[in-house]
């Protein structure tokens, strides 16, 4: 079950931090402001989400360490050798049905965004089959390709969220995320279960380490991918709440797509923000589907073997068919739920147990390349 990665598919730190702030920046930029307002139910719905991206630093630095302590290897290579080629076979076909049912949650949600603001008359069908070819001609690239789209996207997405961030305040109130902690912290406790929930994504660098030309640098290149995702995410709930209150964010369903229609430039000088910022969000959902549909190849190429190319083409329908089955909308949130629940209880206590496991048997050199 060893990793076959030819030796020019490698990567630098940067394009592996870009990757992990990547594949966690997604769907949360549109349904976090409600669920998480939902859940305080106070104007502290920020707070939550600012105090989860510090659980999930800590989860992102045990995730770093697993790779550092199995150099030029990926996850899919090292987990048979911690724990047994049948446990660890096992945990590699639960990680790829999780990245693949992740990916079809993905591809549902960014048809279901389309045809609302964009291509409201075109089938939804028509929408997810072109979006699966064009990020299958991707995913069938390689490594390489993919991390290099990343790092040309990567600064023009944050742009644009920065951009939707400061237009925002022009109708920003303070009163509306006033009082600060007015009902104590235990409504902010409340709204970490389903903010962190947002955060799932960190874990690709469990199969990116493999990849990584200095696996030392493992550790900082998670501590940047989640502490960008971290500052985002906090700025776009509290622009949220504070540009429209917490009663109306908690009945919206995209509450950060409403920020960005209420958004006016000056003597007209742009319309319609919200298209431009849907199109980059659709560029933004594309980078993440592709690295979760690399990541579901992967582990099946190492696992049955034959090159990942050819997996790319084989979950091709599991994906749509898991993208088509919730019956409407509700069903599609319930599915992502259930994917990150997947994503806390895997990646959350996995690698603290591979990590262990390792010490103990004294698997894997700490001394990284």
Do not use: H
């Not at 106070?42 to 550092?68: E, H, K, M, N, Q």
């Not at 590699?92 to 949650?105: D, F, I, K, Q, R």
């Not at 400061?166 to 995320?177: G, N, Q, T």
């Amino acid at each position: 079950m060893g990793q076959r990665k030819p030796s020019a598919e490698t990567i630098t730190a940067n394009q592996a931090a870009m990757m992990v702030s990547k594949a966690m920046i997604g769907t949360g930029i549109l349904i976090l402001p409600q669920s998480v307002s939902l859940a305080v139910n106070t104007p502290d719905g920020w707070l939550s989400v600012l105090l989860s991206g510090f659980v999930a630093l800590l989860a992102g630095w045990i995730v770093g360490l697993l790779c550092r302590r199995f150099p030029g290897r990926g996850f899919y290579a090292y987990v048979g050798d911690i724990i047994g080629r049948p446990l660890g076979a096992c945990v590699v076909v639960l990680v790829s049905v999780y990245y693949l049912s992740s990916a079809g949650y993905l591809l549902r949600v960014m048809g279901e965004v389309i045809r609302m603001y964009l291509l409201d008359k075109t089938p939804i069908m028509v929408t997810m089959v072109l979006f699966m070819l064009v990020a299958n001609y991707l995913t069938v690239g390689g490594i390489n390709p993919i991390a290099r789209l990343i790092e040309l996207f990567m600064p023009i997405i944050v742009c644009i969220l920065m951009v939707l961030i400061i237009l925002s305040f022009r109708d920003f109130e303070l009163d509306k995320v006033r009082p600060l902690l007015g009902q104590g912290l235990l409504p902010v406790f409340k709204g970490m279960p389903s903010s962190i929930l947002s955060y799932s994504g960190f874990e690709v660098l469990l199969f990116l380490g493999g990849f990584m030309k200095m696996s030392r640098k493992a550790v900082p290149a998670v501590f940047v991918g989640i502490g960008l995702t971290t500052m985002l995410y906090t700025l776009i709930v509290l622009v949220t709440i504070g540009s429209l209150t917490l009663e109306e964010v908690k009945t919206l369903t995209w509450p950060t797509m409403s920020v960005a229609k209420n958004i006016e430039l000056p003597d007209g000088f742009f319309e319609r923000f919200e298209s431009l910022f849907t199109v980059l969000w659709v560029l933004s959902m594309y980078t993440a589907y592709v690295l979760y549909q690399y990541g579901a190849c992967l582990g099946a190429a190492q696992l049955y073997g034959k090159d990942f190319r050819v997996w790319a083409y084989i979950v091709m329908p599991i994906i749509f068919a898991i993208a088509v089955l919730p019956d409407n909308l509700n069903a599609v949130f319930a599915l992502g739920e259930y994917n990150s629940y997947a994503s806390l209880l895997m990646f959350g206590l996995l690698p603290v147990i591979l990590l262990v496991v390792a010490a103990i048997r004294r698997i894997g050199n700490e001394q990284a390349s």
